[in-house]
């Protein structure tokens, strides 16, 4: 459910690349407008053979761009400095918008390879940027003046968080220093990109393969159908193939009679990328967390989290550990209740097992149903992918008055993929909204959202929501599990922060916020998803078109908090072994496993529950969410308080939304988060909310 942010940040080099050697006739479709509607990515003509190119030639570019301002013989402004420096790289981002999604959403081999190949040269780029002198002066010199250039509130901000990201990236660092850091942020670049790959590969690798009609006992019929389907597509017809895609292993688990196979399943999951193979990550860790904690003692700070920490909300590392504490303290006794609660039912059974971590999904599934009589399948047929999308949108058009138009003649890089155009309540054109909501080969696990094109001043954003849900099978439709409709909402919701924004410049605006806000307008998203008005709207049964009836909402809400203890501690253990990786101020000899064990036994995590993630594929760790993962709640905390304001006022009221939407969705990073929070709610969160809302209190 992350929000992946492609950030270019480049600069004057000397490099040259000489490309321009073989003779095309196709002229590549990145150096110019890509003269479509509303210059949406021509997907039809773009090839493989366009992007290195394209990448090469923004560098170029930049770097005359970067030189343009250096050079210039007036005196440093706002204008000529800050402002041509965020216009800057225009190319760039284009390429690197379709390059960044498709590696994401729908990559291959040459892609792959590709990304390996360009990782380094961008890395590189980026460092002639950041940590070059003479555009570092002009801008210290702009910074130093701030306060006598009469600056809107939006441009003071974009100033100093360039400054700062200068600062941050080494701007102000004598010549050897910068020289190590940029033979770290190299090696980097590539650590990181392999680790990703060996989690993707390892996640495709496996599949469980059942001949024996018997050992489907206990799956409900559209998870065996569309077992059945994979394994005819992987020419193995008359069996069924189990995966380790959430889609596939989650039900799996949730509905499997077989201990033993949901035993196998479950460890092959836990186990990716630590076997020791070529895809072993755990070397791989151990040398990113030691390159980060080097990069962090070389720009001033003890650790990398307090490096990573000193840009967002919550400042540093001790707040944030504060906070995971005092949570850790209600919910791993939660959990510890309702552990005990499913070996009662497992006693019942009188197999004598005691229950382990492959247990839990099945178990906590049966005391869902004999606490509120209530089998998540019996939601599935309200939840077609179709309506619950058009749900979202309408939620969106009642509190912001806007509409969602599917558009045909826009390219797609996939026949699955999706556009639509949104509007305001004027009609006026706001952005391009594309959704690509079904599992590949080719497309890594999780949801996220992500940008095509940002937006500053009247030139509008491209937007995507790409998820792996539920796939349609045979003649019936995708339906969702409760958990995928969550998902939707909450992406849908980043979308929207993506789409209303309205700011001058793209280095403050959409989802440019720091990483501890910007899950405020995804996870508030997901309170409307099952408000009984809201369900009314959207939740219809696919064969009979009949709302779901009074009896069965009541069911889902009553049993929102159920299972709560479980989820919070998974999430909490996986933000608190982010947060102790990166706390290390010595890290030599990490060996990553041992590590993360250590951490669970000193936090006392009870042996029934693993992290969410753990050490070997935490791929946000890897990709932007390093001492970042506690984000999740830490939001949660702002989104549950938010939304008692709509549950004060009325969940569709006016007001609210009008102000939800002019003090945090139109405004990015452009002020600072907490001033725009009190902005809409008067006063700064309360955690009350949250607890109540995790049945922590
Ligand atoms: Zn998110």
Same mark, same amino acid.
């Given at each position: ?259 033993? !196979? &949901?035993?196998?399943? +479950? $460890? ?9 193979? @070529?895809? *072993? =990550? ?84 049966? !005391? &869902?149903?004999?606490? +509120? $009589? ?9 939840? @077609?992918? *179709? =309506? ?310």
């Amino acid at each position: 459910m992350d929000l992946k942010k492609i950030v270019f940040i480049l600069s004057i080099c000397s490099m040259t690349y000489s490309y321009a050697g073989n003779v095309k006739t196709d002229p590549n479709p990145f150096l110019s407008d890509f003269k479509t509607l509303y210059n949406a990515p021509s997907f039809d003509k773009i090839k493989i053979e366009h992007y290195e190119p394209a990448f090469l030639e923004g560098i170029r570019q930049q770097n005359a761009q970067i030189k343009a301002i250096v050079s210039n013989k007036a005196k440093p402004t706002f204008q000529n400095t800050i402002v041509a420096y965020d216009n800057s790289g225009e190319i760039l981002r284009r390429v690197g918008g379709v390059f960044f999604n498709l590696t994401e959403a729908e990559t291959n081999d040459a892609l792959t390879a590709l990304s390996i190949k360009m990782a380094p040269v961008l890395s590189e780029h980026s460092d002639n940027i950041s940590l070059n002198k003479a555009l570092f002066k002009r801008i210290k010199t702009v910074y130093s003046q701030r306060k006598s250039l009469k600056l809107t509130r939006e441009q003071e901000r974009l100033l100093e968080l360039i400054y700062k990201d200068f600062v941050r990236s080494g701007a102000a660092l004598d010549d050897k220093k910068q020289a190590r850091l940029r033979e770290i942020n190299k090696e980097l670049a590539t650590l990181e990109i392999d680790f990703g790959n060996h989690v993707l590969n390892e996640t495709n690798a496996y599949q469980l393969v059942i001949s024996d009609k018997k050992d489907l006992a206990g799956l409900p019929d559209w998870l065996v159908k569309s077992a059945a389907e994979d394994a005819k597509a992987a020419g193995k017809e008359g069996k069924w193939i189990f995966t380790l895609h959430n889609a596939s292993r989650l039900p799996f688990l949730q509905y499997a009679d077989n201990r033993a !196979l &949901r035993e196998q399943i +479950y $460890n092959a999951y836990i186990n990716r990328a630590n076997k020791g193979d @070529k895809n *072993d =990550n755990k070397a791989i860790l151990a040398k990113v967390i030691t390159l980060r904690l080097e990069k962090a003692n070389l720009l001033g700070f003890d650790t990398y989290s307090n490096f990573v920490l000193d840009k967002n909300m919550a400042k540093s590392s001790a707040k944030v550990m504060d906070f995971l504490n005092n949570l850790w303290k209600y919910s791993n006794e939660n959990a510890r209740k309702e552990a005990a609660e499913l070996q009662k039912l497992m006693d019942k059974e009188g197999k004598g097992e005691k229950l382990a971590r492959w247990d839990w999904w099945y178990y906590s599934e049966k !005391l &869902r149903q004999e606490k +509120y $009589n209530l089998n998540e399948d019996e939601l599935k047929p309200y939840f @077609k992918l *179709d =309506n619950v999308r058009e749900g979202a949108f309408a939620v969106a058009n009642k509190l912001y008055g806007i509409t969602l138009t599917e558009v045909k003649n826009v390219p797609v890089y996939h026949p699955d993929v999706k556009v639509f155009d949104v509007k305001d309540s004027k009609g006026k054109h706001l952005g391009l909204f594309y959704v690509d909501y079904f599992p590949r080969a080719g497309k890594r696990g999780g949801a996220w959202m992500n940008n095509y094109k940002d937006q500053h001043g009247e030139s509008r954003p491209i937007i995507c929501n790409v998820a792996s849900f539920t796939k349609p099978t045979g003649d019936v439709p995708s339906l969702l599990t409760l958990d995928e409709v969550q998902t939707l909402f909450h992406e849908f919701g980043h979308a929207l922060h993506g789409l209303l924004t309205k700011c001058n410049y793209v280095g403050v605006s959409g989802t440019n916020v720091t990483r501890d806000f910007v899950e405020l307008p995804s996870q508030i998203m997901e309170h409307w998803a099952t408000e009984p008005e809201v369900l009314k709207m959207y939740a219809k049964n696919y064969k009979t078109g009949e709302v779901m009836p009074d009896t069965l909402i009541q069911k889902l809400n009553k049993q929102m908090l159920f299972n709560q203890g479980f989820m919070t501690t998974e999430l909490l253990a996986a933000a608190i072994l982010d947060m102790e990786f990166h706390n290390l101020k010595d890290a030599k000899n990490l060996d990553v496993v041992d590590f993360e064990k250590k951490v669970m036994d000193k936090y006392g995590l009870i042996p029934e529950i693993a992290p969410r993630y753990r050490a070997t594929y935490f791929n946000h760790i890897i990709g932007g969410y390093a001492s970042g993962y506690y984000s999740y709640l830490w939001a949660n905390v702002l989104d549950s308080d938010a939304f008692e304001a709509f549950k004060e006022n009325g969940i569709f009221d006016k007001k609210t939304a009008d102000a939800f939407r002019t003090n945090v969705l139109e405004k990015g990073g452009s002020e600072d988060p907490m001033v725009l929070y009190k902005r809409f709610r008067g006063a700064e969160p309360k955690l009350e909310p949250m607890l109540k809302n995790r049945g922590l209190q």
